[in-house]
């Protein structure tokens, strides 16, 4: 069993930066994948940047640039480093793990985009 907490969600204007963080505990390992997925009001949630097997990331197109995952494995600590936030940034965002190939998700956590 893996569980998953996220924090660090807020508010904050377009621009501005938010550091996520998520707390993994139970039978999880620094080779599982880890990622972060975002879902917005009305949309289908989507992966925002992963960390794969042998140390693979991947960004969506609409984060490269800006966004920056990483991974603290001694803590089982991920973290997502969010930069020039925009308004269509906005959403919850859902700390994700695959384990035995069964998918962990954590709480989610809320970012919300605005002046």
């Known amino acids: 069993q893996v569980r998953l907490v996220e924090s660090g969600g807020g508010l904050v204007q377009p621009g501005g930066s938010l550091r996520l963080s998520c707390a993994a505990s139970g039978s999880i390992s620094s080779t599982n994948t880890m990622g972060w997925y975002r879902q917005a009001p009305g949309n289908e949630r989507e992966l925002v940047a992963r960390?794969?097997?042998?140390?693979?990331?991947d960004y969506a197109d609409s984060v490269k640039g800006r966004f920056t995952i990483s991974r603290e494995n001694a803590n089982n600590m991920l973290y997502l480093q969010m930069s020039r936030l925009k308004p269509e940034d906005t959403a919850v965002y859902y700390c994700?793990?695959?384990?035995?190939?069964?998918?962990?998700w954590g709480q989610g956590t809320q970012v919300t985009v605005s002046s």
């Open positions: 994700h793990a695959v384990v035995v190939f069964v998918n962990y």
């Open positions: 960390i794969r097997t042998g140390g693979i990331v």
